[in-house]
């Protein structure tokens, strides 16, 4: 059984970056069918897709987000990471990472980590 | 961007039939899936590709698109089935995923 376990920092500076981990066990990372990506929901509203990546490294990002987001995949680990750096207070929100397929059939969310919120305040 | 709109509410009696509209420009050529997510849990995928279950969900959830509205179908529903639900496609000119605003279905 595939699962996704997350950890990180969940208080965060404004200004300063935040840094989650996403650990994959009951399965591989590697997988030419999947990518690896994160969503984030703020108190009270609605899933937001931040981005994604292949095992290879081939990332998207949400165009609202991508100048700030990077997503990094560690096979070594099983693990894939994601960075937002200038954080404000409009970037607290459950961090929730999760696997999707690659194609537009098969783009859904089919295993998703714990969720970590992460709050940024001073 | 492509935009999918969901009621924010609907509600309905134990026993009943709900269902939880997703509207959007010809979604009907699109994939659409659904997630539950109940308070303090990660959202669940319950139907992909229109009507299809992943393993493990009842029969009692269901789903159809066509047109301009899909639609998630929960029959007989429980008191357990209460929690926001989600549609979302893929968004083929952005290249990227969508989520609709989510609906809170509240069993009376």
């Known amino acids: 059984q595939l699962q996704l376990q997350q950890s990180g920092p969940g208080l965060v500076k404004p200004s300063e970056t935040l840094s989650l981990t996403c650990t994959v066990s009951g399965g591989s990372i590697i997988s030419e069918s999947h990518y690896w990506g994160w969503v984030r929901q703020s108190p009270g509203k609605g899933l937001e897709w931040v981005g994604s990546s292949s095992y290879g490294g081939s990332t998207y990002y949400n165009p609202s987000l991508k100048s700030r987001v990077a997503i990094s995949v560690d096979t070594s680990k099983n693990q894939f990471s994601l960075r937002v750096r200038s954080l404000t207070a409009a970037d607290t929100a459950v961090y929730f990472c999760?696997?999707?397929?690659?194609?537009?059939?098969?783009?859904?969310?089919?295993?998703w980590g714990q969720g970590s919120l992460v709050t940024v305040s001073s | 961007s492509y935009v999918l709109t969901q009621p924010p509410s609907v509600s309905v009696a134990p026993g009943q039939t709900a269902r939880i509209t997703c509207g959007g420009d010809?979604?009907?050529?699109?994939?659409v899936h659904w997630y539950q997510e109940k308070p303090g849990q990660a959202p669940m995928l319950v139907i992909y590709?229109?009507?299809e279950w992943p393993s493990g969900i009842p029969e009692r959830f269901s789903g159809s698109n066509s047109g301009n509205t899909a639609t998630l179908t929960i029959n007989r529903v429980e008191a357990g089935d209460e929690a926001d639900y989600y549609c979302?496609?893929?968004?083929?000119?952005?290249?990227?995923?969508?989520f609709g605003g989510g609906t809170k279905l509240t069993v009376l």
């Open positions: 010809d979604i009907g050529y699109k994939s």
């Open positions: 979302q496609v893929w968004d083929s000119v952005g290249d990227h995923p969508v």
């Open positions: 999760a696997r999707h397929g690659m194609t537009s059939a098969t783009y859904y969310f089919d295993h």
């Open positions: 590709d229109d009507n």
